[in-house]
């Protein structure tokens, strides 16, 4: 489970961000926008050289992202954190987080680009492009399972606490990659429809897939920012993210 250390200074809780030195930042385009990704190299990596992309939530790059990149580059990893909105255009609420996820969930194909660019720069940046799992949280958890839905060149995928809706319209072709869903049991934001239609469509398309469910957990439950408060529909849960992870580095040992 990943962990980071915290101290206590005069009462106050202080939890350090992610040393710079384990993060280097790598900068990529998508024609006039810049873009600027988060890599990690294990200083002890695995001799096949895997990948892993991680796409973050709604809020761009943020500390649960990185947090994810250097703790998975510790098991050997190569990590790299996507950069989806590019540089200036990190959300400053969640008003327009909101409004600049929603244009790449309306704008899948756009969605679908980014995430090619970040791949081709953890290929760059020296992962086996033949041995590379995409994992995202929330709307990165959406981004991962786009990346599953196109047969982007991956392994396979892990979404977590992801949108699982497709428009309707799309059509369904076999999926390729191995597919890893970790949701909340009590999520408000995915109705039984709209889980039952997601799971159908795996089925349709042939997929080597599951779908795991936690108990008193909703939506967010890996984000330690999200708070406590279930009843919000977004909050941390304790016991559903140390799980998630345990199954996610499970995963990523038999993919990989």
């Known amino acids: 489970m990943k962990k980071l250390f915290s101290i206590i200074l005069f009462g106050t809780l202080i939890i350090p961000s992610i040393s710079n030195s384990q993060l280097k930042p790598i900068d990529y385009q998508d024609e006039n926008q810049k873009l600027s990704g988060l890599l990690s190299i294990p200083k002890n990596g695995i001799k096949s050289n895997p990948g892993i992309l991680i796409l973050p939530a709604w809020m761009g790059i943020d500390e649960h992202a990185k947090e994810s990149a250097v703790e998975l580059s510790k098991l050997g990893y190569i990590t790299f954190v996507a950069d989806i909105y590019g ?12 409004q600049k996820a929603g244009y790449f ?23 086996n492009a033949d041995n590379i799992v995409v994992i995202g949280y929330c709307f990165g958890g959406t981004g991962a399972i786009e990346a599953a839905r196109i047969n982007m060149k991956v392994k396979g995928i892990v979404s977590f606490h992801g949108g699982l809706g497709r428009e309707v319209s799309r059509s369904i072709e076999q999926i390729i990659p191995r597919v890893l869903v970790l949701h909340g049991a009590d999520d408000p934001y995915e109705n039984e429809v709209e889980i039952k239609a997601f799971q159908n469509e795996m089925r349709t398309a042939k997929a080597d897939w599951e779908m795991v469910y936690y108990s008193n957990a909703v939506h967010s439950f ?3 920012g999200a708070g406590t408060d279930n009843s919000k529909g977004a909050a941390y849960n304790e016991n559903a993210d140390r799980r998630s992870w345990k199954a996610m580095v499970e995963f990523l040992k038999e993919v990989l």
């Open 105 to 127: 969930k309306k704008s899948i194909n756009e969605y679908h680009k980014r995430i090619k660019l970040a791949l081709d720069q953890l290929v760059l940046q020296g992962a």
């Open 222 to 224: 890996t984000d330690k």
């Open 87 to 98: 540089v200036g255009n990190k959300p400053t609420n969640y008003s327009e987080a909101g």
